[in-house]
């Protein structure tokens, strides 16, 4: 999990992973749902997946790395 975790905070700075992996689970899950249930689904169920994605993401960078956050000086 430790070498996961050192590939994926590693590949750009936390805010922009944040907003990647948001745009990723959104798109995932988004695109499906608005063919069986509709755009109003789309919304809903893309912005759900894109949310906890992104919590896990955070999760996951702040469980291993916690300065990630912090700016080098």
């Known amino acids: 999990m430790r070498a996961f975790a050192d590939m994926v905070v590693t590949l750009a700075p936390p805010p922009l992973m944040v ?3 948001f745009f ?4 995932l899950v988004g695109i499906p ?3 069986t249930r509709g755009p109003a689904a789309r919304d809903a169920f893309g912005t759900l997946a894109g ?3 992104a919590l896990v993401y955070i999760t996951l960078a702040m ?3 916690p300065d ?3 700016a080098p000086r």
């Open 68 to 70: 990630v956050h912090a």
């Open 24 to 27: 990723v689970a959104y798109l």
């Open 63 to 65: 469980s291993f790395y």
């Open 51 to 53: 949310v906890f994605a």
């Open 33 to 35: 749902v608005q063919f």
């Open 19 to 21: 907003a990647v992996v």
